[in-house]
């Protein structure tokens, strides 16, 4: 039984950028697609990005384009999300999840425990 | 990007009792396969995102059967047929045809 596990809890300053880690163990991740989501203190899931290993490319919302790198280390089944130009709204709980094929991000049944990201000066 | 609403935002529901939530997307989900790409997850208190139907209708692994998924195009429901304590938590829709876009998000309380 795959699972996923993340990196610890970062504090951050703002303007900085943070990389969250996310290791997959007892399986592998590279036949499907993995997303990022993250959760703000007290909002909703929000899709941050992801990787899609049938085309070795990343895409990410609109909303983080110029800001957020995904990568994948094959190697050692690690992911890992970049995010730059770190401001106080993206402080929030991270969450890498594995879908349920390589080409599209539906049906996330793998979950990571989450990484909090606290941006503060 | 395509744009999830979700409703209602909240639900208070007598345990026993049958829930539904509506959620409606800005374009098509419908795939060339004939598929929705279209997912519900439930996110318990304190707890990682679980997914409980995804492609529209199609029940995770270990989902009870209370739950089901339908719908096609730009409207879809959840449906618990019989509510129990255990279904509190925080439930969302997500369009995974183009890239990835979650719903508001309902709340879903025991009366």
Redesign the interface.
Same mark, same amino acid.
């Given at each position: 039984q795959v699972q996923l596990v993340q990196s610890g809890a970062e504090v951050k300053k703002p303007g900085s950028s943070v990389r969250v880690s996310c290791k997959a163990s007892g399986g592998t991740f590279t036949n499907f697609a993995i997303?990022w989501?993250r959760q703000a203190p007290g909002q909703?899931?929000? %899709?941050v #990005? #992801?990787i899609i290993p049938f085309f070795r490319t990343a895409?990410?919302?609109?909303k983080f384009q110029g800001r957020v790198s995904i990568t994948a280390d094959e190697t050692t089944s690690t992911l890992y999300m970049e995010l730059s130009s770190l401001r106080s709204e993206d402080t929030a709980v991270y969450?890498c999840?594995r879908?349920?094929e390589d080409i /599209? /991000? /539906? #049906?996330?049944?793998v %979950? #990571?425990?989450?990484t909090s990201v606290t941006v503060s000066s | 990007d395509i744009e999830m609403t979700q409703s209602p935002l909240s639900l208070s529901v007598t345990p026993g009792e049958p829930a539904s939530i509506s959620c409606r997307s800005s374009q098509s989900l419908l795939h060339s396969t004939g598929y929705n790409y279209l997912d519900w997850y439930l996110q318990k208190p304190g707890q990682s995102p679980q997914l409980l139907i995804y492609l529209g209708s199609n029940r995770a692994s270990g989902v009870p059967d209370r739950f089901s998924g339908s719908g096609s195009d730009t409207d879809f429901t959840l449906k618990i047929s019989r509510v129990e304590a255990e279904d509190v938590g925080i439930y969302y829709c997500m369009q995974a045809l183009r890239k990835g876009t979650f719903g508001q998000g309902t709340k879903v309380e025991i009366k």
């Open positions: 997303s989501v909703g899931l929000e %899709w #990005g #992801g895409n990410n919302a609109q969450y999840a879908a349920k /599209y /991000y /539906y #049906g996330m049944d %979950w #990571g425990q989450g | -």
